[in-house]
């Protein structure tokens, strides 16, 4: 299989693209409500996790890679593309290296305006407590993003 490099080496497995993807990737997103809704989950869900692996002030590979992995063990996530959750995870990286209190802030409400269901806000807190030990360090400021992003569905 083709692979997505990075610096640090191989990290995303790409596979061919099937008839499925295919038509799926030419639908637009307003022409089917479903598409728009597994977007907006898997924009909540990487706002998650990159709150989580950033919260301590270190985002390490091993917090970035859980996210990928747990993003292609996900029956509805594992569909996208992986240039798409690519992309989605560097405009966070950016952002938190610019700003961590605004980033933080952003990617909680990219959480809130995804209106998840329990179903997928459940899997979404799952995801999060993964990325937590992803590092082998429970930080306590990562414990504490996760309260934070547990109250979100709360609002």
């Known amino acids: 299989m083709a692979k997505y490099t990075d610096v640090d080496g191989a990290m995303f497995s790409k596979r061919p693209i099937s008839r499925n993807d295919s038509e799926r990737l030419d639908v637009e997103a307003g022409d089917d409500p479903h598409l728009s809704v597994h977007i907006s989950f898997m924009e909540a869900a990487?706002?998650?996790g990159m709150i989580i692996a950033h919260a301590d002030g270190n985002a390490s590979i091993s917090e970035h890679r859980r996210i990928i992995n747990l993003l292609?063990?996900?029956?509805?996530?594992?569909?996208f593309a992986v240039d798409d959750v690519a992309r989605e995870m560097e405009t966070h990286v950016i952002a938190f290296a610019a700003d961590e209190a605004?980033?933080?802030?952003n990617a909680e409400r990219r959480i809130a305006d995804a209106h998840l269901t329990a179903a997928q806000f459940n899997a979404l807190l799952g995801?999060?407590?993964?990325?937590?030990?992803a590092d082998g360090v429970?930080?306590?400021?990562?414990v504490a993003a996760l309260v934070r992003i547990s109250a979100v569905r709360a609002v």
Do not use: I, W, Y
């Open 46 to 48: 990487v706002a998650a």
């Open 72 to 79: 292609k063990q996900h029956p509805v996530l594992r569909s």
């Open 102 to 105: 605004t980033a933080d802030q």
């Open 127 to 133: 995801m999060c407590r993964s990325v937590l030990e």
């Open 138 to 142: 429970s930080n306590p400021k990562e």
